[in-house]
């Protein structure tokens, strides 16, 4: 074997046992913040697991499209968990304010040499296989501790499913999206849930918030039980059912449609507008819905109180 063959050959090994000692010293480094330096493979699927401190983060946003988002409250420990995701398609970056994940549809991410902080895409997934099965449904988990508050929420992309339960963010929650479904249990935006979609199918139950704002094509929104001091409500298309969520008098209502109908504690409105101006000094609730087509039903279903003892019922007592 020729001298410069013999040369190749050795620098080729040493170039080798540099990579695999640097892809040791990376694998260590990762897991000391927490992290895997390849994705795990959980249930036959790619799987990643990021803890965080909700304490600490400010903002969590979410860039994706076909996938259903779980987020819940109330747990031991505050994480998110990516399930199915290749690695080579989609960016996680935290720093010590905000979690951000950024799903990409194309290779580009995979030439990313000079990468650094918390992204998991790159050439290190070639040598990883498992890293490259994932298909089917996406999910990411949001799990939230018993003490966590963050301050806002945003998502965006296309075909998402939201999963709401036992929640509360300081600030706002906001999703653009072309295709929404959102589930809310016992959910607290502080100032507003804002909703951007072409398609938007809403399940509140208990839910409070300073403002819901809705621009949609089409829109099936109902809302039971819930406290939202504002609604700012545009569609075209759909179905719109709001069940006890205002409080009496201080309430102000403004309902327009082009063709659709309007129902107020179940009773047909004619026309094709409905407005309740309040008297009280201190107005709490403002309702503003505008409609194309879409059927308005609105029922306040205030808990009836007690009816107090008369002076002459109560004089008979035990006499």
């Given amino acids: 074997m020729k001298p410069a063959s013999i040369i190749v050959l050795i620098i080729a090994a040493l170039l ?13 480094e990762a897991k000391k913040d927490g992290m895997e330096l390849f994705p795990q493979i959980k249930d036959g699927v790619p799987y990643i697991k990021q803890d965080f401190s909700a304490e600490k983060i400010s903002k969590i946003e979410f860039t994706i499209s076909n996938a259903t988002i779980n987020i819940t409250g109330g747990e031991i420990g505050s994480y998110v968990e990516f399930i199915n995701y290749n690695p080579n398609l989609y960016d996680l970056e935290v720093t010590s304010q905000a979690i951000s994940f950024n799903e990409s549809e194309n290779l580009e991410s995979l030439f990313n040499i000079w990468e650094n902080g918390f992204g998991f895409k790159g050439y290190r997934n070639l040598l990883n296989p498992n890293s490259l099965k994932a298909s089917g449904d996406k999910t990411i988990n949001v799990h939230l501790g018993d003490s ?44 507003g849930i804002y909703v951007y979609s072409s398609n938007f199918d809403g399940v509140f139950d208990s839910v409070a918030c300073g403002l ?40 102000e209502f403004d309902v327009t449609t082009g063709s659709g109908t309007i129902t107020i504690d179940g009773e047909m409105i004619e026309g094709s507008s409905y407005s309740v101006r309040s ?40 006499g």
């Avoid at 080798?16 to 260590?28: D, E, K, P, R, T």
């Avoid at 999206?177 to 959102?182: D, T």
């Avoid at 809705?214 to 298309?237: C, N, V, Y």
């Fill in 16 to 28: 080798v046992i540099c990579g695999i000692v640097l892809c040791l010293i990376g694998s260590s």
């Fill in 148 to 191: 966590s508050l963050i301050s806002s929420l945003s998502v965006k992309g296309r075909n998402v499913t939201l999963n709401i339960n036992n929640v509360q963010i300081k600030k706002e929650f906001k999703i653009d999206a072309e295709s929404v479904l959102i589930n809310a249990n016992n959910f607290t935006a502080g100032s």
């Fill in 212 to 251: 819901l704002k809705t621009e949609t094509d089409s829109a099936k929104l109902t809302s039971t039980s819930s406290d939202i001091r504002q609604i700012d409500l545009k569609t075209e298309t759909g179905a719109i059912d709001i069940e006890n969520v205002s409080r009496g008098e201080s309430a």
């Fill in 279 to 318: 008297n009280s000094e201190d107005k709490q609730f403002t309702y503003k819905i505008k409609t194309g087509s879409a059927n308005v039903n609105y029922t306040n279903k205030a808990e009836e109180k007690p009816e107090a003892e008369t002076e002459s019922e109560t004089e008979n007592v035990g």
